[in-house]
Protein backbone atom coordinates (compact mmCIF):
# COMPACT_ATOMS: atom_id res chain seq x y z
CA UNK A 1 0.00 0.00 0.00
CA UNK A 2 3.15 2.81 1.08
CA UNK A 3 4.27 1.83 -2.48
CA UNK A 4 1.29 2.14 -4.16
CA UNK A 5 0.83 6.16 -2.53
CA UNK A 6 4.40 6.72 -3.18
CA UNK A 7 4.20 6.45 -7.01
CA UNK A 8 0.69 8.39 -7.20
CA UNK A 9 2.71 10.78 -5.55
CA UNK A 10 5.11 10.99 -8.01
CA UNK A 11 2.84 10.46 -11.13
CA UNK A 12 1.00 13.52 -9.41
CA UNK A 13 4.06 15.61 -8.88
CA UNK A 14 5.46 15.00 -12.29
CA UNK A 15 2.10 15.68 -13.88
CA UNK A 16 2.33 18.52 -12.61
CA UNK A 17 5.88 19.62 -13.65
CA UNK A 18 4.48 18.95 -17.32
CA UNK A 19 1.94 21.38 -16.90
CA UNK A 20 3.76 24.01 -15.08
CA UNK A 21 6.61 23.28 -18.18
CA UNK A 22 4.07 24.41 -20.98
CA UNK A 23 2.40 26.48 -19.64
CA UNK A 24 -1.36 24.68 -18.26
CA UNK A 25 -0.50 25.17 -14.61
CA UNK A 26 2.45 27.61 -14.51
CA UNK A 27 2.16 31.20 -13.25
CA UNK A 28 1.33 33.59 -16.33
CA UNK A 29 2.98 36.68 -17.84
CA UNK A 30 1.49 39.32 -15.89
CA UNK A 31 -0.47 42.08 -18.12
CA UNK A 32 -1.42 46.29 -16.64
CA UNK A 33 -4.66 47.08 -15.56
CA UNK A 34 -6.60 49.01 -18.14
CA UNK A 35 -4.45 47.07 -20.86
CA UNK A 36 -6.44 46.57 -24.04
CA UNK A 37 -5.83 45.44 -27.90
CA UNK A 38 -8.05 46.94 -30.84
CA UNK A 39 -8.51 47.11 -34.03
CA UNK A 40 -7.54 50.61 -35.84
CA UNK A 41 -9.16 50.50 -38.91
CA UNK A 42 -11.84 48.09 -38.18
CA UNK A 43 -15.45 47.92 -36.53
CA UNK A 44 -17.66 45.21 -35.99
CA UNK A 45 -20.22 45.28 -39.08
CA UNK A 46 -17.04 46.14 -41.66
CA UNK A 47 -16.82 45.83 -45.48
CA UNK A 48 -13.21 45.27 -46.47
CA UNK A 49 -11.84 44.13 -49.99
CA UNK A 50 -10.34 41.00 -50.39
CA UNK A 51 -6.73 42.21 -49.69
CA UNK A 52 -6.87 44.60 -47.02
CA UNK A 53 -4.78 46.01 -44.55
CA UNK A 54 -5.97 45.74 -41.38
CA UNK A 55 -4.00 47.39 -38.63
CA UNK A 56 -3.61 46.03 -34.74
CA UNK A 57 -3.40 48.92 -31.36
CA UNK A 58 -2.72 48.15 -28.05
CA UNK A 59 -2.79 50.83 -24.74
CA UNK A 60 -0.99 49.98 -21.99
CA UNK A 61 1.49 47.78 -23.06
CA UNK A 62 4.31 47.46 -25.27
CA UNK A 63 4.72 45.77 -28.92
CA UNK A 64 7.95 43.70 -29.17
CA UNK A 65 9.18 40.96 -31.14
CA UNK A 66 8.37 37.20 -29.63
CA UNK A 67 11.98 36.62 -28.02
CA UNK A 68 11.75 39.72 -26.01
CA UNK A 69 10.65 39.55 -22.05
CA UNK A 70 10.54 43.01 -21.17
CA UNK A 71 7.44 43.43 -18.46
CA UNK A 72 4.02 44.42 -19.77
CA UNK A 73 5.02 43.92 -23.49
CA UNK A 74 3.97 40.84 -26.00
CA UNK A 75 2.79 40.74 -29.76
CA UNK A 76 -0.23 40.31 -31.59
CA UNK A 77 -2.19 36.96 -32.87
CA UNK A 78 -5.09 37.40 -35.46
CA UNK A 79 -7.78 35.01 -34.94
CA UNK A 80 -9.62 34.46 -38.27
CA UNK A 81 -12.76 32.65 -38.52
CA UNK A 82 -12.71 30.93 -35.33
CA UNK A 83 -13.46 30.66 -31.53
CA UNK A 84 -11.83 32.23 -28.87
CA UNK A 85 -8.35 29.79 -28.07
CA UNK A 86 -7.71 28.54 -24.39
CA UNK A 87 -5.98 31.25 -22.93
CA UNK A 88 -3.90 29.68 -20.22
CA UNK A 89 -1.93 28.03 -23.06
CA UNK A 90 0.20 28.49 -25.78
CA UNK A 91 -1.74 29.98 -28.92
CA UNK A 92 -2.14 27.78 -32.22
CA UNK A 93 -0.36 28.66 -35.34
CA UNK A 94 -2.36 28.26 -37.99
CA UNK A 95 -4.37 29.77 -40.86
CA UNK A 96 -6.68 30.87 -38.54
CA UNK A 97 -4.40 31.70 -35.58
CA UNK A 98 -1.73 34.11 -37.54
CA UNK A 99 0.89 34.98 -35.30
CA UNK A 100 3.23 37.95 -35.68
CA UNK A 101 6.40 37.49 -33.38
CA UNK A 102 8.39 40.08 -35.34
CA UNK A 103 6.51 43.25 -33.54
CA UNK A 104 4.09 43.63 -36.28
CA UNK A 105 1.16 46.04 -35.95
CA UNK A 106 -0.59 45.76 -39.48
CA UNK A 107 -0.92 42.69 -41.95
CA UNK A 108 -2.35 42.32 -45.26
CA UNK A 109 -4.76 39.19 -45.26
CA UNK A 110 -6.49 37.92 -48.51
CA UNK A 111 -9.83 36.92 -47.61
CA UNK A 112 -12.64 35.56 -50.04
CA UNK A 113 -15.66 37.37 -50.40
CA UNK A 114 -18.15 36.64 -47.51
CA UNK A 115 -18.56 37.05 -43.65
CA UNK A 116 -15.52 36.50 -41.89
CA UNK A 117 -14.59 36.65 -37.95
CA UNK A 118 -11.65 38.74 -36.58
CA UNK A 119 -10.21 38.79 -33.12
CA UNK A 120 -7.04 39.71 -31.38
CA UNK A 121 -5.02 38.29 -28.77
CA UNK A 122 -1.72 39.74 -27.20
CA UNK A 123 0.45 37.24 -26.30
CA UNK A 124 4.00 36.99 -24.61
CA UNK A 125 7.20 35.82 -25.51
CA UNK A 126 6.23 32.09 -25.47
CA UNK A 127 2.67 33.13 -27.74
CA UNK A 128 0.73 32.46 -24.30
CA UNK A 129 -1.81 35.20 -23.43
CA UNK A 130 -0.90 37.65 -20.26
CA UNK A 131 -2.64 36.86 -16.84
CA UNK A 132 -4.99 38.58 -17.16
CA UNK A 133 -5.52 38.11 -21.10
CA UNK A 134 -5.37 40.99 -23.68
CA UNK A 135 -8.26 40.27 -26.28
CA UNK A 136 -10.35 42.08 -28.05
CA UNK A 137 -13.80 41.79 -29.21
CA UNK A 138 -14.54 39.25 -32.31
CA UNK A 139 -15.60 41.36 -34.75
CA UNK A 140 -17.09 40.33 -37.53
CA UNK A 141 -16.48 41.72 -41.17
CA UNK A 142 -17.46 41.18 -44.92
CA UNK A 143 -15.40 40.93 -47.68
CA UNK A 144 -16.40 41.94 -51.10
CA UNK A 145 -14.83 41.77 -54.44
CA UNK A 146 -13.54 44.92 -55.51
CA UNK A 147 -14.72 47.07 -52.32
CA UNK A 148 -13.10 49.94 -52.51
CA UNK A 149 -12.59 51.15 -48.92
CA UNK A 150 -12.56 50.17 -44.92
CA UNK A 151 -15.88 51.21 -43.63
Known amino acids: MRRMLTTLCTLLMLAAAGGAANGQNGPRTPSPPGARVFFVNLKDGATIPPDATIRFGVEGMKVVPANDNTPNSGHFHLIIDSETPPL ?20 EIDLPPGKHTLQLVFGDMNHIPHDPPVVSERITVTVRQGAAALH
Open 88 to 107: DTELPSDRKHLHFGSGQTET
